[in-house]
């Protein structure tokens, strides 16, 4: 880690975005939202929200406070602000859920729950594009895989900003012409801008450092990764940009959309080729767990996107996209984001805790702080998981749907135990786990500061 100070609340963002993973697949198993109801009922958006603010945006905002500074090998801007970020956040993503509930008619209040979620998970998306956006222009010229994380970045702002318009409105604040068209249009450019864009390119960018890190691979800085940054960003710009100039305009934003998609689809082709030049030219001969899992999450992304040309070739995409948001989700973003928390937890857990020793006396490895072959079988049954779960919604079998949603659950409180176990350092032997001038690490959050 080159000296990059850990970050102090990283892991109190791990914590609470497994924890409203394991609320939100618990909701889908209790029967709320979609399938149970349309994709676009109050119910379901609250779980999308759950999901993608509560798991995955706080999951990635963990990640980038730690890792953004490992990637330019800078300090983060500033320490203090994670942890007023997260409060924000919260509470702000709190007052959004009953916002939607209160839309639904399960909450009956008059109290604003929209403007105050827009003003809330408003300064704390600010606050992360500020300390980020700060570190990172403080170290141009930027690598690769910072790049992609600025296109990241961008694409949150375009997503919090697109998100307020629509709380703005859905909370009676505003009535203007525009405003309401971007409301009742604008959905589609909001998805692609939070799960394409901001969720998606962002673990991009930090896949390459990441898997490249963690395999003993060498870095990519070639013309295929160039081309898959350019594209991606082409792609990002052409939906965003072009989607909100068709509902200014009022023509048809279909047209922006495809275009995107179809850029989009080079960009993922040429990110795959580059992952599978990584896996080809590691020096660690045996794929951990982690990597093994994070190549599964790639390939359902892959399948996914095949799944989705193959329903808009047949014309029933439309009728399926809740099939393809799910999958994007759960088969590749949170598959990922596990597979990826599963290493960085113990490899944080080993900075902070034996970091200040190395060298001074005996200390396990990190693979010592996991044991894989007890993890293995939660990520085998999340993964099979989902696809019965998304085979389900294909098929409408909500019996069957269910079944999914209840194994996915159990699997992700077994990762979440062994991910407390490597933090609680259970599987260290007892002879390595506290050698002199160490100390248990905190659960929630770090206190060491390495130099």
Same mark, same amino acid.
């Given at each position: 880690?080159?000296?990059?100070?850990?970050?102090?609340?990283?892991?109190?963002?791990?914590?609470?975005?497994?924890?409203?993973?394991?609320?939100?697949?618990?909701?889908?198993?209790?029967? /709320?939202?979609?399938?149970?109801?349309?994709?676009?009922?109050?119910?379901?958006?609250?779980?999308?929200?759950?999901?993608? +603010?509560?798991?995955?945006?706080?999951?990635? !905002?963990?990640?980038?406070?730690?890792?953004?500074?490992?990637?330019?090998?800078?300090?983060?801007?500033?320490?203090?602000?994670?942890?007023?970020?997260?409060?924000?956040?919260?509470?702000?993503?709190?007052?959004?859920? /009953?916002?939607?509930?209160?839309?639904? %008619?399960?909450?009956?209040?008059?109290?604003?729950?929209?403007?105050?979620?827009?003003?809330?998970?408003?300064?704390?998306?600010?606050?992360?594009?500020?300390?980020?956006?700060?570190?990172?222009?403080?170290?141009?010229?930027?690598?690769?895989?910072?790049?992609?994380?600025?296109?990241?970045? !961008?694409?949150?702002?375009?997503?919090?900003?697109?998100?307020?318009?629509?709380?703005?409105?859905?909370?009676?604040?505003?009535?203007?012409?525009?405003?309401?068209?971007?409301?009742?249009?604008?959905?589609?450019?909001?998805?692609?801008?939070?799960?394409?864009?901001?969720?998606?390119?962002?673990?991009?960018?930090?896949?390459?450092?990441?898997?490249?890190?963690?395999?003993?691979?060498?870095?990519?800085?070639?013309?295929?990764?160039?081309?898959?940054?350019?594209?991606?960003?082409?792609?990002?710009?052409?939906?965003?940009?072009?989607?909100?100039?068709?509902? !200014?305009?009022?023509?048809?934003?279909?047209?922006?959309?495809?275009?995107?998609?179809?850029?989009?689809?080079?960009?993922?082709?040429?990110?795959?080729?580059?992952?599978?030049?990584?896996?080809?030219?590691?020096?660690?001969?045996?794929?951990?767990?982690?990597?093994?899992?994070?190549?599964?999450?790639?390939?359902?992304?892959?399948?996914?996107?095949?799944?989705?040309?193959?329903?808009?070739?047949?014309?029933?995409?439309?009728?399926?996209?809740?099939?393809?948001?799910?999958?994007?989700? /759960?088969?590749?973003?949170?598959?990922?984001?596990?597979?990826?928390?599963?290493? +960085?937890?113990?490899?944080?857990?080993?900075?902070? !805790?034996?970091?200040?020793?190395?060298?001074?006396?005996?200390?396990?490895?990190?693979?010592?702080?996991?044991?894989?072959?007890?993890?293995?079988?939660?990520?085998?049954?999340?993964?099979?998981?989902?696809?019965?779960?998304?085979?389900?919604?294909?098929?409408?079998?909500?019996?069957?749907?269910?079944?999914?949603?209840?194994?996915?659950? /159990?699997?992700? +409180? %077994? +990762?979440?135990?062994?991910?407390?176990?490597?933090?609680?350092?259970?599987?260290?032997?007892?002879?390595?786990?506290?050698?002199?001038?160490?100390?248990?690490?905190?659960?929630?959050?770090?206190?060491?500061?390495?130099?």
């Amino acid at each position: 880690m080159g000296g990059v100070a850990l970050s102090r609340w990283t892991m109190s963002y791990f914590a609470t975005a497994v924890l409203a993973l394991i609320a939100a697949e618990a909701l889908m198993l209790a029967g /709320f939202g979609y399938p149970h109801a349309p994709v676009a009922a109050p119910a379901s958006l609250l779980l999308v929200h759950l999901v993608a +603010i509560g798991w995955l945006s706080l999951l990635m !905002c963990g990640a980038l406070f730690q890792f953004v500074p490992v990637l330019v090998n800078r300090p983060l801007h500033s320490n203090m602000l994670p942890l007023p970020t997260l409060i924000l956040l919260l509470t702000g993503l709190i007052a959004l859920l /009953f916002g939607f509930a209160q839309l639904g %008619g399960t909450v009956r209040t008059s109290f604003g729950f929209f403007p105050a979620a827009a003003i809330l998970l408003g300064a704390g998306f600010v606050l992360v594009l500020w300390n980020l956006g700060c570190t990172l222009w403080a170290a141009r010229p930027l690598p690769l895989p910072a790049r992609f994380v600025v296109v990241g970045l !961008c694409s949150l702002a375009a997503t919090v900003f697109l998100g307020i318009v629509f709380a703005l409105v859905l909370g009676g604040v505003t009535t203007q012409t525009h405003l309401l068209g971007v409301t009742a249009l604008g959905l589609p450019i909001h998805v692609i801008a939070g799960l394409g864009g901001w969720l998606t390119v962002t673990a991009v960018g930090v896949s390459y450092r990441l898997l490249a890190m963690f395999m003993l691979a060498p870095e990519l800085e070639g013309r295929s990764t160039r081309a898959a940054l350019y594209a991606g960003t082409t792609a990002l710009t052409v939906a965003i940009i072009g989607g909100m100039a068709a509902i !200014c305009t009022m023509t048809n934003v279909t047209w922006p959309i495809a275009a995107a998609g179809l850029l989009g689809l080079l960009a993922l082709t040429l990110y795959v080729g580059d992952i599978q030049h990584l896996y080809r030219a590691r020096k660690r001969r045996v794929i951990e767990l982690n990597s093994r899992m994070a190549g599964l999450a790639l390939a359902n992304l892959a399948a996914t996107v095949i799944l989705g040309i193959a329903l808009l070739l047949a014309g029933h995409f439309n009728d399926h996209i809740g099939v393809i948001v799910f999958l994007v989700a /759960f088969a590749w973003l949170s598959g990922f984001g596990l597979a990826k928390l599963y290493k +960085i937890i113990a490899f944080l857990t080993w900075l902070e !805790c034996y970091g200040p020793v190395l060298g001074k006396t005996a200390t396990p490895r990190v693979q010592d702080l996991v044991t894989e072959t007890r993890a293995q079988k939660w990520f085998a049954l999340y993964f099979v998981a989902v696809w019965i779960a998304a085979l389900a919604l294909l098929l409408t079998m909500p019996t069957l749907f269910r079944i999914g949603i209840g194994a996915m659950l /159990f699997a992700t +409180i %077994g +990762i979440g135990i062994q991910l407390m176990r490597t933090r609680r350092l259970a599987n260290v032997a007892p002879a390595l786990r506290l050698p002199k001038g160490t100390r248990p690490p905190h659960l929630l959050h770090s206190s060491v500061q390495p130099s």
